[in-house]
């Protein structure tokens, strides 16, 4: 019965992947990512409910509080701040972007499959759409030429491993998650700082102004 | 006990500075910590070395010989880049280059910078590992744009994402290994604690060890430098402070490739078969032969050591690649004497950068004439890293070729043409700027010299003379991973 709900809440994390990907306007993406995070939150609160496995509410709950509240907050106070409120992404070539996507899909279902018959867990057949989704977050830094999309796919890069290691493994041991967590939080706040950085600097968060270093 | 010290004094330390920073004594005390972290360290290497391997806290750190000689190697290294900085720092303060509340986050985040790599030295726990490199990278991003140009911002934003990405990719290969354990040992923190994953190494499921590797080695290759994955690193190291590039070269790489090693010791033993160590002398062998290449067209002369850093990490790649005890005794060797010699470069061509006001290498000219000190520096210290004997840098050069030649053959050509290229290439561009026209000034700080000459001195000595207990314990730690 879980294995249904968790297959289904992973198939909503692979559509909210795809979706980040065609997103061009900034708040709608981190609208997205919190959408991504309650899902995490959701189908980990089921593992743990299922399994009886007691850290995984702590998780679950570390994921609600830090994905769902405090980043969106973060990042929605920052791209007001910022004033980037409308910026749009110009560049991507969305159908493209889109076939590559589901390139990286199956290459993912192909390399975690030998993994998924290991494992023992009942969310194992997740795992193929976990690594999914962190290939389509990656594809998602590479394709965006401003400064917040890069780190919203950054963000969602760590969704996708969290939710890995959630199905794999019913997720890894708490004080690495604590530290994990930490290390995301802290990280989110040196973005912040370097969005400052980069507008004083180059009057626009856009990252195509710094390609001066090259290699000529 | 003596690991509280070590790391509690850095940390320490970092709350310290991040409060007094900007005093006007902030140098000093940044200089006292590092070496009440060197004293601790050396407490740690008398306690090892007198009672072998230990534990501690639980198993969540451990020392062995391999990985205390890192630990005594950055708290040295830490240390006279402290003293280093003290002149340094001044300068560019005094030139306007930064203000004092960014001193007071260069010298907070330069403690926690050291925290941080000696974390991930020390831990038992993979995943905690993971935790503190990825805390690296964050302690060292804002130091890199500290100058706020927009080149230094943007190697900063280059530095942070490319290490960011390779990061989770090496956290998804801890996943996977927690994974392989967890079938072994149960769940909870066992199954990530490095001596009981080595305990059961035979049993850990290959095919999963072997795709965990790729991750793993991907992602801490970004942070050593692997080509491809190494365009993060020139920047880094030309935009940044000297002290910082000083630190980066000589000591994070040094870390990143400890991360590679350590895993790679567990999937050998899974797998039972040489597919890690040629992946390694794969990477290794790109990335010394294009680093090379990148070398003669370098013009600033952080970048070209920056590349050169780049090539030596790959050299040692190679040689834990090829793996045995002579080439992993040659690699440790090597790691030695390049993280001492490169930091010394990084130390003399900061002086000279401030003396000239230019890190352009077509406008610095004949150091020599006005500064011997640091033009000899320069001099010395580049024969020393492009491989001239007598120093320390030909002795584990020497060592890994000739078993390369034994071994793998093949790999010789890729070796020498590396080598020869990076020597064509380094020379010819150090050799006018510590000869020839002086276009060099005076400051108002004395530079201090007494880093680099030590540095030097030390590569010098390790290659006349290695002390009976140095080689003991490099023998030990070579056997433990050879």
Known sequence: MTEQWVNLAATILLIIAFAMLSQRRVLSLVRLFAWQGLVLSVSTAMVAYSTGQSHLWISAALTLGLKVIVLPIVLHSLIVRLNVRWDVEPLINVPTTMLAGIGLVIFAFALATPISQLAGTVTRSTLGIALASVLLSFLMMIVRRKAVPQVIGFLAMENGLFFAATSATYGMPLVVELGIALDVLVGTFVFGIFFFHIRETFDSLDIRHMEKLKED | MEIVWVLGVPLLGSALLALLGHKRYAPEINIVFSLATLVAAALLVVRVIGSGPMTAFDEQFFVDPFNVFLVALTCLVGFTTAVFSRPYMRVEEEHGRVTAVRLRLYHGAYQLFMFTMLVTLLTNNLGILWVAMEGA???????????????????????????????????????LIYFAAEKVLGGGTVSLLWTQLYEVRHQLEPTVMSLAFVFLLVGYGTKVGLVPLHNWLPDAHAEGPTPISAVL??????????????????????????????????????????????????????????????????????????????????????????????????????????????????????????????????????????????????????????????????????????????????FGKVQPMVFGQSNARRLPHQPALLPVFLHLLLVLMLGLYIPPYLDQWYRQAAALIG
């Open chain 2, 137 to 175: 990278t964050l302690s060292t991003v804002l130091l890199v744009s500290l100058y706020r140009t927009p080149a230094s911002i943007e190697a900063a934003w280059k530095y942070f994402i490319l290490c960011g990405v390779g990061l989770a990719q090496a956290l998804f290969g801890t996943i």
């Open chain 2, 249 to 426: 070269s000589g000591l994070l790489l040094n870390v990143a490739l400890y991360a590679v090693i350590r895993s790679k010791v567990l999937v050998d033993g899974a797998l039972g078969t040489e597919f890690t160590g040629q992946l390694m002398m794969g990477f290794g062998l790109l990335t010394v032969v294009v680093a090379a290449l990148f070398l003669s067209r370098q013009r600033d002369i952080k970048r070209l050591f920056g590349y050169s850093s780049i090539e030596h990490m790959g050299i040692i790649t190679f040689a834990f690649g090829m793996g045995g005890k002579v080439a992993a005794y040659a690699g440790l060797l090597h790691m030695t004497v390049h993280s001492l010699t490169k930091s010394g470069i990084f130390f003399a061509v900061g002086h000279a950068v401030q003396k000239t006001g230019t890190q352009n290498m077509a406008d610095i000219r004949g150091l020599i004439e006005r500064n011997p000190t640091i033009g000899w520096g320069l001099a010395l210290g580049s024969l020393a890293i492009l491989g001239v004997p007598p120093f320390g840098v030909f002795t584990s050069e020497f060592m890994i070729l000739t078993t390369a030649m034994h071994e793998h053959p093949w790999a010789t050509p890729f070796l020498l043409f590396g080598l020869a290229v990076a020597f064509a290439a380094i």
